[in-house]
């Protein structure tokens, strides 16, 4: 089905939601936009795989990105997509297609106060190495460079600032092996890991505030493994640790951390990606939140915004949809808020 | 090689060493020894698989068991045997065929002053599905009724009397499913099992006197396994704990133990096998410490001891050559050592 821009927001969504573009099959969905895109005169269009980037060069002093993805999770019978009391249900209804309706609708209105970016990307919903956003501020950052970005993620409407970052290591706790009829002759690694559980058990973590939102760390084993046979006293016992760090602290510092709180033991990082602050202290970001009047909440889970903060300009979700109906077979976004976000996000670009 | 039951304990041994009877491949060895323990005019020989029973059957007021097994760990490049400064070097020679040339060597002795079973079998150093004893006990209970029971595995000359019982269990800590992101939402069972490693790392095992010996309990955790993903809070995580229970417990005390101790948790046997009272007590026992004069000790592990108990027949392990050299490439057994042995056991049994 072709998509026609001057359509309102609800039936462009439904176009798209009809469009299927599971991870890694996002191409026809791809050509579709950027064919559209290329139409509009006012916006000088790249292609990078199944990455559709369109920007303004209006030479305005701030430069805004607004980004989105094409991909779904797999189909689960929920297409095509159909609307009812006010709902547009189908696959990817609400992560993300109605966010990338309306970056389309924005892309087509064609007179800004600020320059803008459009950044249409694949391969959000699987391994990280695959993701489209994450391929481009590798190989061009130079588009993705601006004062401030929405990631339109489903967020109900609100605005999602920053987001925590996450590092996980493996702690090892030795013991010394015995055979268990003669336990008292070994060390049980098992037996010693307890008293690195009851510590997390017992860590009070971090609620630090930032830019006037409080952000919630944690500090998890997610894996414990030990044992060598069901007669032998185990001399190791491996933890893996999940440490959710508000933005406030490095990799490095969560990294120090982390030695500190397992000292005594062998650490090891084996996975790590940093937080990104809210940076509701810019220009842009201000004019934002002033124009949508939204509430402002922290992210606690990593998303892609870290992504931007990596390049060094902030970052917001802001979304329609319920972020907790993504990827249910259920899924759906409410045509009101589609219509809502479409016409705070114009109001804060419209010239 | 044939044997010669003529030959000293010691050329007998060497003689046995040389017999390759590797576990499952006892054949030609139990053949040999059929063979010439049918000669024996004073002995009714029965032949199961590979293992052979031989009885006298005199008519006397007290039956003993002498116990031996055939086979031995794979060969390890330590065939044939040799003898240097006193110490019989070879595969088995310590495990356990110097225990195997005292009983065919007490088997020749032809008078007696208590009826005697002697139990030669085959697979006692593999899955105890295969044991030779095992299998015996529950095809021809019968056969190995006695008032006392001697197994001739290593034990360097010392009397070790019963054995501890030993029960494993799986015990479910549950929790709670959440994404790490929002660990507060959720309920991590890895952590809520450090409260049980610290009970067990506290535990005071019991130490109970039984028959003048000193037992030594054992509690542990042998295996660990929690978790579901790197960002997931595990609603799981689980703990295999072994249990060694002195011979005052039987098998339902020990469970019933190990239930109160996990109180609130899920607790399933997954293996269990009972412990053998030392018995020193009877009549038997008693003539056969007094001619031993040998040390008595606790025996800590499981050993074929417990399927006599099971049969209601008190039973030790008393033989030559060090425990702690079985399954070494390098095991031997001390001759002076296979000299005393049979020496003990004639007094104790001759007319």
Chains 1, 2 share one sequence.
Request: charged share 20%.
């Amino acid at each position: 089905m072709p998509i026609n821009l001057s359509l309102d927001v609800v039936s462009l969504t439904m176009t798209l939601v009809n469009i299927e573009s599971v991870s890694h099959q996002e191409g026809p969905l791809a050509d579709e936009v950027e064919r559209v895109l290329r139409e509009l005169p006012h916006l000088s269009v790249e292609r990078f795989g199944n990455t559709v980037v369109a920007r303004t060069e209006l030479g305005l002093p701030e430069r805004v990105v607004l980004a989105g993805h094409f991909d779904t999770v797999p189909l689960n019978g929920n297409l095509p997509g159909y609307v009812e009391m006010g709902k547009l249900f189908g696959l990817g209804a609400c992560d993300m297609k109605g966010g990338v309706a309306i970056i389309l609708r924005l892309a087509a209105m064609g007179s800004y106060d600020r320059d803008v970016t459009f950044v249409l990307y694949d391969a959000e919903e699987v391994a990280a190495e695959h993701n489209g956003l994450g391929k481009l501020a590798e190989a061009r950052p130079d588009l993705l460079r601006a004062d401030f970005a929405i990631l339109m993620e489903p967020s109900d409407g609100a605005v999602e600032a920053g987001c925590q970052g996450t590092m996980r290591v493996r702690v090892t706790v030795p013991g010394e092996r015995a055979h268990s009829a003669r336990s008292w002759v070994g060390v049980n690694a098992i037996h010693r890991a307890g008293e690195l559980l009851r510590k997390l058990a017992e860590h009070e973590p971090r609620q630090p505030v930032i830019d006037g939102l409080t952000y919630h760390e944690g500090l998890n084993a997610v894996f414990v493994e030990g044992g060598v046979a069901g007669n032998v006293i185990p001399d190791s016992c491996v933890l893996t640790v999940n440490y959710r760090f508000a933005p406030d602290r490095s990799e490095a510092e969560a990294e120090a951390f982390l030695r500190e709180f397992f000292a005594g033991y062998a650490v090891e990082v084996t996975d790590s990606a940093p937080g990104a602050l809210p940076g509701l202290d810019q220009p842009a970001a201000k004019a934002f939140l002033a124009a949508t009047g939204a509430a402002v909440r922290p992210k606690f889970g990593w998303t892609d915004v870290a992504r931007f903060t990596v390049l060094g300009v902030p970052a917001v979700n802001y979304g329609p949809g319920d972020p907790l109906l993504a990827h249910k077979q259920e899924e759906y976004v409410p045509t009101a808020q589609l219509t809502e976000c479409e016409h705070v996000l114009k109001e804060w670009l419209q010239a």
